[in-house]
C-alpha cells in the first residue's frame, strides 16, 4: 500500500531498544512537527474548506499522539528531551519545489507530507513487530493505522486540489528519491534515524 522503495531492516528494532528513552522523546517530537506542518499547510491553503477541516482533526490527532508519548515517558521515569533534528526530513524537505505556482508547491509540501507519513507508518509496524516490550508493540500497532491514514489524506489532497498538474509523476520521483535517502539511516535508535 505504501509503495515505499526500500524496507526498514528488522534489525533496527534492536537498535532502539537499546535507547528507548531517545526513542520516544524522538517520536515525541516528530509528532509535534507534524502537527505543525498539518497547522502550516492550512495557513497557507485556508481558501479549501475539507482541507482545512481535515488537517485540523490531523493536527489534533498529531498532537493527542505527542501527549500519549509524552505519558509513556513520564511513565517510566523518563524526561521528554529536547527537540531533536531530523536529518531525514531534512533532506526530503530539500527535494520540495522552492518556486513554481502556489498549486505547484502545495502538491509539494502534500506529498512531502505524505512521504513522511508513509515511513513513519512502515517504521511503525517495524517496531509493533519487532520489538520485545508488549506494551510498546501494541502502541505502535496502532499508531501504525493512524499514520496510514495520515499519508491517504495528504496524497487525497493533493490529487483533488492539483489533479491538473501530474501528481502521479511527481509522487513516483518522491518515492525514488526517498529511497536514496532512507539507504542512509535505519543505524540509530530515532524514528527515522
Known sequence: MLGLKLATDPRWA???????????TDHAWCEQKAASNAISIIAQ?????????DLLALA?????????VHE?????????????KD???????????????????????????????????????VLSDNVNDPELAEFYRELMISEAGHYTTFLG??????????????????IEFEAQVIQNYGKEETIHG
Open 14 to 24: 534492536n537498535i532502539c531498544e537499546t535507547n528507548i528513552e531517545e526513542v520516544l
Open 45 to 53: 491553503n485556508s481558501e479549501h474548506v475539507d482541507l482545512v477541516t
Open 60 to 68: 489534533k490527532e498529531e498532537l493527542a499522539h505527542f501527549e500519549m
Open 72 to 84: 509513556i515517558i513520564k511513565k517510566r521515569g523518563y524526561v521528554l528531551g529536547r527537540e531533536r
Open 87 to 125: 536529518s531525514y526530513v531534512n533532506e526530503l524537505f530539500k527535494f520540495m519545489l522552492q518556486g513554481g505556482t502556489h498549486q505547484q508547491r502545495l502538491m509539494d509540501r502534500l506529498l512531502f507530507s505524505a512521504m513522511i507519513e508513509a515511513r513513519s507508518c512502515e517504521r511503525f509496524k
Open 157 to 174: 489532497f493533493a490529487r483533488k486540489y492539483c489533479g491538473n498538474l501530474d501528481v502521479n509523476k511527481r509522487w513516483k520521483e518522491w
